[in-house]
């Protein structure tokens, strides 16, 4: 009975101490269409965390509708440039880096960013493709990538890799991954709620005197009852 209580208590508080996790993650907010560095380095250094915590966090900071956001607006510029880029410079002194096959390794990213510093007039960034799969960050990656290049039009250029396409997504882990931090998180936020209301209207209330507690639901009731007979 003591071991029971005992680890009863130790997950009531791991969970405590989860959610006061998730709730210290602020989501990232910007007015529509308005990129900027400052706002990268801002998405960057909040994913960081994200990854020290857990995945189940990153929809807290970067929620869906911004990240669908974000790659509206990265579609949208995309397609405007040629199939075949030719890069020109304006002088000799221009630094041009080109980035291979980066497969979600979104750390390595940020410490190469770090190393050379980050894209100007001065320092040109080709990123070859191949964002996403194998590694365990590509919804990071490709937020920061995508931001960068919205921020930073003329100075980032992305590349399509053989693994931009469904397919390769599909079977090299892109598409389960994008799953578990949103689609699955979300689902389990939502059970989490679910359960807290279903607490909450299972424990007594503390009425007003002279206030009766509200009868539950007679319908899903007698539905529940049918079906069990």
């Not at 070859?128 to 995508?146: K, P």
């Not at 919205?150 to 390769?168: D, F, I, K």
């Amino acid at each position: 009975m003591q071991l029971n209580t005992t680890t009863e208590s130790l997950a009531n508080g791991s969970a405590a101490t989860k959610a006061a996790q998730d709730e210290s993650f602020q989501p990232l907010t910007m007015a529509d269409g308005e990129y900027s560095l400052a706002f990268v380095q801002q998405l960057r250094e909040a994913l960081i965390a994200t990854t020290h915590v857990g995945s189940h966090t990153l929809h807290h900071v970067l929620p869906c509708e911004l990240l669908m956001s974000v790659i509206k607006h990265a579609y949208e510029l995309l397609r405007t440039e040629a199939t075949l880029l030719e890069i020109q410079t304006q002088s000799p002194d221009v630094q041009m880096f080109v980035v291979g096959d980066t497969h979600g390794q979104f750390h390595d990213v940020c410490h190469m960013l770090d190393l050379f510093g980050y894209p100007n007039e001065q320092r040109i960034y080709i990123f070859n493709g191949d964002y996403v799969d194998r590694g365990s960050w590509g919804v990071e990656l490709m937020a920061l990538l995508l931001c960068l290049k919205l921020a930073l039009p003329r100075y980032v250029y992305l590349l399509r890799g053989n693994h931009e396409s469904s397919t390769c997504t599909q079977y090299y882990g892109f598409k389960g991954e994008v799953e578990a931090k949103y689609f699955g998180a979300v689902q389990k936020q939502l059970q989490a709620q679910q359960q807290q209301q279903q607490q909450q209207a299972g424990a007594p209330a503390a009425a007003d005197a002279g206030t009766a507690p509200a009868a539950p639901a007679a319908g899903p009731t007698r539905r529940s009852a049918s079906q069990g007979a």
